[in-house]
């Protein structure tokens, strides 16, 4: 099983090594020299051996290039990161979800291991599986194994529920997650279990997080702050703080990808983010998202004219670019806004706020309340 990755990304050139975050950036020569390496059966070069020993700590010293480098070529797509929603089921019924619908469904097998080679062919270098629940996908331990001997740096978005489960720990420690992001509801029974409308989900939760620490996998919490939890904010980051490397708090509850309002019940009243002036998205151009079924989508917002990658192939992906920009186009209740220039919401995001019929300071984030924002 390869210890390192070497990858294009854009016009640069990386080694990256699984279940660690730090890479390094080498010349195109040397991405050739290892393509070399490994095709004629050579040791791994000098200057990896130094560097990740270095780096990782990794000994490399008179080992094959072959098995231990895995070398992946410039593709023409050269896209680097996508989205996977392996499955939209999900075992927890959370008052504040943005699909849709949570239909239990999605390609079978082969078709997977085809969609997962188109990703690759695509240039996809990070893979995040995400649902629904990816987990109690009947196909997650296999397609996971997939993306990680095709040469992806697999992220999982997770309710955690099943972490606990030997089979499930067993894979990642064999196959070490570039990272798990793990959503916390609450730190209690009675908020986690009340957003979730899953009686017990806290203690699912809680063995997960413990397991996957004793495994030392790779952490990161997304705190989602709701009115079921906004009180035990300061538990929540206690529990962040001992259980994942680092954690990002969310307060911003937005309505379904289709404009359906029903999840904006759940916002905590007075914690709507102050996020960063918004000033584009790379969505569709540099990543991309795929549904259960194969349709590819600049994000999991912004899901106009989907592209169905199982009929078309990868030269359906040449028209993502277009279609993402011209979701991007300020329209609707966003058009003619004055204070446009400080916007915090993409685009998509603000249709979906907008045919919900939501009111402004549920979205919006100008202070003034200016009903042309």
């Known amino acids: 099983m390869h210890q390192v990755i070497a990858s294009p990304q854009g016009d640069k050139f990386i080694i990256a090594r699984p279940g660690t975050r730090k890479g390094m950036q080498i010349p195109r020569a040397m991405h050739h020299e290892l393509s070399s390496a490994v095709a004629n059966g050579r ?9 990740g020993r270095e780096a990782w ?6 080992q094959p290039a072959r098995g231990n480098v895995l070398v992946r070529p410039v593709t023409p797509l050269n896209y680097s990161r996508a989205t996977w929603e392996i499955n939209k089921g999900c075992n927890f019924n959370c008052e504040h979800c943005y699909l849709a619908e949570r239909a239990f469904e999605g390609l079978p097998r082969d ?12 240039g996809v270098l990070w893979l995040q599986f995400t649902g629904g629940e990816p987990t109690i996908d009947r196909d997650f331990p296999h397609s ?29 420690s064999a196959m070490p997650p570039h990272k798990v992001t793990v959503s916390l509801y609450g730190a209690s029974p009675e908020s986690f279990d009340s957003l979730t409308r899953k009686p017990g989900a806290f203690k699912l939760l809680t063995k997960g997080l413990k397991a996957a620490k004793e495994a030392n996998v790779p952490l990161e919490l997304a705190l989602i702050v709701t009115k079921h939890n906004a009180h035990e904010v300061q538990a929540m980051r206690e529990i962040a703080d001992e259980y994942a490397t680092t954690y990002t708090e969310y307060a911003n509850i937005s309505p379904t990808y289709d404009g359906n309002p029903q999840p904006l019940a759940a916002q905590a009243p007075g914690f709507l983010d102050k996020s960063s ?14 549904d259960p079924h194969g349709f590819a989508t600049m994000c999991k917002v912004g899901r106009e004219n989907p592209i ?7 030269d359906g992906l040449l028209r993502l670019p277009a279609i993402a920009d011209a979701q991007m186009l300020r329209s609707g209740g966003c058009s003619g806004c004055q204070l446009s220039a400080t916007c915090r919401v993409c685009r998509p995001l603000a249709k979906a706020y907008q045919e919900a019929k939501a009111p402004l300071n549920t979205y919006c984030q100008h202070d003034n309340g200016d009903e042309t924002a």
Not at 57 to 62: A, D, H, P, V
């Open 43 to 51: 040791d791994v070069p000098g200057w990896l051996v130094n560097a």
């Open 57 to 62: 700590g990794l000994e490399l010293s008179g």
């Open 111 to 122: 078709e997977k291991d085809r969609l997962l080679s188109m990703l690759r062919d695509a």
């Open 144 to 172: 996971y194994r997939q993306a990680f001997i095709l040469g992806m740096l697999v992220e999982i978005l997770t309710n955690g529920s099943r972490l606990h489960r030997p089979e499930i720990i067993e894979l990642l």
């Open 277 to 290: 002036v918004f000033k584009g998205c790379p969505a569709g151009h540099t990543f991309f998202h795929v």
């Open 308 to 314: 169905g990658l199982m009929t078309e192939g990868l």
